[in-house]
């Protein structure tokens, strides 16, 4: 099959490397030309519309809605009617279903598939979609995108892969900060983090971040590769998500103030894993998983 990826990021790359293992005829498009020439046995696109115009099914790894509907405008100029736009960004709900109308009125179709795995996921084809769009379209993609990940989900219509997306970092983001502000508390008192942590899973009140990811807490300053500046548009989405809903999302808004002072702080494109940065900042306390 002829599929196209725009957009060569930590995850796009690692999306189109597996799909030329797949066997597929992959075209590339980034506004990086390096990116582009770096993905092996791909045809690196001269534009968004060169990709519309070769591919049935064209796969988008994109940092924001605005983004997503810049390249779905140039790239349906040349995308032949009943073609597939596939979107792993994480979108707005609302930006997703107007896009997928105006898609549709010229014959084109939009399937969302929001992930959650990141760029080791995607490398090691373990990531997570979360599917929105009609059973014809999706009958399409689900061969081109199952073997990337690990699980594939359609939750119905368009926007609620992307509602499910925000629920899961509403989640993620508010567990991950209220155990960094818990960890603040104790190693402040004079609790080592080793010790707060044994105690709270033997309690019983631990979260995914502190069963799996504290122990690294110790690492700074690593590769990027989920900026807290993508997170915090995410969960600007989260809290603009709820408003069109009508659900109170407190939790979302006080993490992305968090997020927020994050970036001021010069954190924004620094690995999620330094958000413990802006933990020890607000507390001024040091969090470290091994004695010093």
Known sequence: MHVGVIGLGNIGGHVASNLVVDGHDVVVFDVDAARASAISDARAASSVADVGATCEIT?????????????ADEWVTTAAVGSVLVDLSTNSPEVVRELGARLAA??????????????????RRMLSFMVGGDDDAIARVQPVLEPLGRAFVHLGALGLGNTMKLVNSLIAFTTTWVSLEGLSLAAKSGIPVQQAVEVLRTNG??????????????????????????????????????????????????????????????????????????AERQGDVELRWSAP
């Open 59 to 71: 796969v988008l790894s994109l940092p924001t809605p605005a983004v997503v509907r810049r390249v």
């Open 106 to 123: 010229s014959g084109h179709h939009l399937v969302e598939a929001p992930l959650t795995g990141g760029a080791i996921g995607a490398e």
């Open 205 to 278: 009140v631990a979260n995914f971040y502190l069963d799996r990811m504290v122990e690294n807490i110790d690492a700074r300053n690593g590769p990027t590769q989920f900026a807290l500046a993508l997170a915090a548009k995410d969960a600007g989405l989260i809290v603009e998500t709820g408003r069109a809903l009508g659900v109170p999302t407190p939790a979302g808004a006080a993490v992305l103030q968090v997020l927020v002072g994050a970036i001021a702080a010069g954190l924004g494109d620094h690995d999620w894993a330094d958000l413990v940065a802006a």
